[in-house]
């Protein structure tokens, strides 16, 4: 475990917090949202690259973070349709950020741009803050925490955990735009991927759920079989234009609430490789389809499709479609939801 010092906003200091293991993997995360801002995996020949977007700088991170790149989701993570729904009877609002929608809760107001209190451990780095009963939009007294646990398996382990006075809604996810090549490789659509998914939630033109359940099968949504992830990107597709891409929640085959194996991401030339888990019942998958940034780490431009998300979580506006798993926060019933990426090489 290393600590060092990364800037101030608003003259709180914010510190950088690195984990190691005997093998070489090692993640830095920031207090600053317990964003993640650096993780180094080997190649098959022990050459270590970052393998995920980020801001060489803190500005990055806390003044136009826009894309979400590398931050904690919460407490709601995805879309909610109209920024509306209902829970026992009352009517909330949330901040309409996304075309006529709210996605991510907000970056203003959610745990992106929390300075979190840290709790450091001998492999494992754990963060908490409060929410206000009503703040972000959403009701209840809530103590949030995420750690990250990175073992000698290379195993990157993160958990989410909430508890609230008021029933709610918790949804969390992790925002990182993973590059298996490395950050500034260019784009991911020739790595590949497979999902244990035998069906995805078609969306809308702003892109909510309709409420079905469709079959990927004969579909370009099919990585049942691994696949290069841009193979089926240019085909005609009315799902594929809504999202100009993959911006789509996947159903993870026989969810039922342990930690299950859904996906695997993979470099074929430097070999690198990750397993994924969670104990969610969607993933959504995003490869970047809207990123321009002129200031990534050590000078690189982002383009469109630089990164892929794998962002394990509820469905999308699951709080309006009952037939889909619920993302409830009983009242003084602790939650608590599980994600691992594990790397390869």
Aim: proline residues 4%.
């Amino acid at each position: 475990m290393k600590k060092e010092h990364y800037g101030k906003v608003n003259n709180n200091e914010i510190s950088v917090y690195t984990l190691t293991n005997r093998n070489g993997v090692s993640l830095s995360v920031s207090d600053f949202g317990a964003t993640i801002l650096k993780l180094l995996v080997p190649d098959h020949s022990g050459k270590l690259a970052d393998v995920v977007l980020g801001y060489d700088r803190l500005e990055g991170y806390s003044v136009e973070n826009g894309e979400f790149i590398g931050c904690v989701v919460a407490p709601n993570g995805n879309r909610i349709a109209r920024g509306s729904f209902e829970l026992n009877g009352i009517r909330y609002h949330l901040d309409i950020n996304n075309g006529v929608n709210n996605l991510h809760t907000h970056f203003e107001l959610g745990a992106a741009k929390k300075i979190m209190d840290v709790e450091m451990k001998e492999d494992e780095i754990v963060f908490r803050c409060c929410f206000a009963d009503m703040e972000a939009g959403l009701p209840g007294n809530r103590l949030f925490s995420v750690s990250y646990r990175l073992d000698d398996d290379n195993r990157l382990i993160i958990t989410y955990e909430m508890t609230s006075d008021k029933d709610t809604i918790f949804n969390p996810t992790q925002h990182s735009y993973f590059n298996m090549a490395g950050h500034d490789s260019g784009s991911i659509l020739n790595q590949q991927l497979q999902l244990n998914a035998d069906y995805f939630t078609p969306v809308d033109e702003t892109l909510i759920p309709s409420g079905e359940l469709r079959a990927v099968e004969g579909t370009p949504f099919d990585f049942r079989q691994i696949k290069p992830i841009g193979r089926d990107m240019d085909l005609s597709d009315q799902q594929l234009g809504f999202g100009k891409g993959y911006d789509h929640n996947f159903v993870i085959n026989d969810y039922d609430g342990t930690l299950r194996y859904f996906g695997l991401l993979k470099d074929t030339v430097s070999g690198r490789q990750m397993r994924c888990y969670t104990t969610q019942p969607g993933v959504q998958v995003y490869t970047a389809n809207y990123l321009e940034r002129k200031d990534g780490k050590e000078g690189i431009q982002y383009q469109p499709n630089d990164g892929v998300c794998l962002e394990t979580q509820f469905f999308p506006d699951s709080v309006n479609h009952p037939n889909f798993p619920q993302a409830l926060l009983k009242a003084g019933e602790p939650i608590c939801y599980q994600t691992v990426y594990a790397f390869e090489w």
